[in-house]
């Protein structure tokens, strides 16, 4: 993707997203961001003249393909599994990278928080 504003990679991801889930059968999901701007633009639309309207535009084009999508903005602090994946990020090759089932890295914390005794 290169050099790009925040706003643009929040987008990009959401494009991103709703191809894979679209090419792989899904129909009815949720799109979750922790972007309020980035879902406040697919869900009213931004100005024409916006940098960001062709992505905004490309979004509302791919959304038409799925039966239901349902737009949430999440917290940053409550997106734990994508900062954990962020994270892990920084160790992979540049490119996209699917995971067909949860990596240990996401599955770790998950166990130690509900096998993790009571004080």
């Keep these: 993707m290169g050099n790009c504003s925040i706003m643009h990679a929040e987008l990009w991801a959401v494009i991103h997203g709703l191809n894979i889930a679209t090419t792989n059968g899904y129909h009815n999901f949720v799109m979750e961001s922790d ?3 980035a879902i406040n633009f697919i869900n009213h639309g931004c100005s024409p003249t916006h940098p960001c309207a062709p992505l905004v535009q490309d979004i509302r ?3 038409v393909r799925v039966h239901k999508i349902t737009w949430i903005h999440s917290l940053r602090e409550a997106n734990s599994v994508a900062d954990l994946l962020t994270k892990k990020g920084q160790d992979l090759p540049v490119g996209l ?3 067909d089932q ?3 890295v996401l599955v770790m914390p998950f166990f130690v928080t509900v096998l993790k005794p009571s004080s």
């Design 102 to 104: 949860a990596h240990l």
């Design 97 to 99: 990278h699917l995971f």
């Design 35 to 37: 972007s309020a701007a």
């Design 61 to 63: 084009i791919l959304a």
